[in-house]
């Protein structure tokens, strides 16, 4: 029988404990529409021997929440995994890439429109003050470049204390007030075929749209414009995909701009798919060859 293997969290990173197995039970419930066996692996077992991956079909990354917090250990998993040559989508080169957001700037030198957006080694105060003065913006967001779920991002007024900034590597761009009237419209792809798009927006007074921080979701059509500049994203990355979640949000012109290129482990949202991951259980059906 063919084999599928999920990656999960590190066993002792208890932050997720109560959120992964839910969100493992709905994706074994789609790929087992293939007629695969999905088993379950913490990602953190196969960091410097791949050997015990090497026996599954197909190897999925898409719950190994956590790696922002032990980058180095996710960076040499990569390296052990692509060495390895192992079945792995996405592949682990885009692994390696995307847990780092400088990967924007790369985008963007592509044509792809993003925030402006400053990039440090090493946030101060000058250079917050500076990018207000840059950008003129009311409010800045500033966040690390390895990042999930809103980890360690501030929202700046100007003159506000910079208490708990990013330690390291960070990023710098101007608050979108979009966030709060019309939110982040994520869309989902699957074999570089649209499924489906979800608007996430914060409650009220709060500016972050993840689920453990009350964010409403719902099923949306996107536009056209939006369709579009996340077509021009993928277009713009060179590694073939077998999911990639982009999210967007208007800028103050009102134009759409590429906000994250999900290619981890992104929540597919699959309990607002209208099509309940049939279209990522086809594209999985059809990378195994079936």
Wanted: hydrophobic share 40%; aromatic share 8%.
């Amino acid at each position: 029988m063919t084999q599928i293997a999920v990656l999960t969290p590190d066993p002792s990173d208890r932050s997720y404990i109560g959120r992964w197995p839910e969100v493992l039970a709905r994706l074994k419930a789609t790929l087992e529409t293939t007629g695969a066996r999905v088993v379950a692996t913490p990602w953190t077992d196969h960091v410097e021997d791949a050997s015990g991956l090497a026996e599954h079909d197909l190897i999925l990354p898409v719950i190994a929440w956590g790696y922002h917090r032990d980058h180095d250990r996710w960076l040499a998993g990569c390296e052990t995994w692509a060495r390895a040559g192992l079945p792995m989508d996405n592949p682990a080169e885009v692994l390696r890439w995307n847990s780092d957001k400088a990967y924007l700037a790369r985008l963007a030198d592509k044509g792809v429109p993003i925030p402006p957006t400053r990039w440090t080694d090493g946030v101060t105060r000058d250079q917050v003050d500076a990018a207000f003065a840059e950008t003129g913006a009311p409010v800045l967001i500033v966040k690390p470049t390895v990042s999930a779920g809103a980890f360690r991002t501030l929202r700046l007024s100007p003159g506000e204390a910079l208490t708990e900034a990013p330690e390291g590597a960070a990023l710098i761009q101007p608050y979108l007030k979009s966030i709060e009237t019309e939110g982040e419209t994520s869309l989902l792809f699957f074999g570089g075929r649209f499924s489906h798009a979800v608007n996430k927006r914060p409650v009220p007074g709060d500016f972050r749209i993840q689920m453990q921080f009350g964010g409403l979701y719902r099923t949306v059509t996107p536009d056209a414009e939006a369709m579009a500049l996340a077509q021009q994203v993928l277009g713009a990355i060179d590694e073939p995909l077998l999911y990639a979640r982009i999210d967007l949000a208007r800028d103050e012109a009102g134009r759409w701009v590429l906000m994250e290129a999900e290619l981890i482990e992104p929540d597919f949202y699959l309990d607002h798919d209208p099509a309940n991951g049939a279209g990522f259980a086809a594209a999985v059906g059809r990378r195994l060859g079936g």
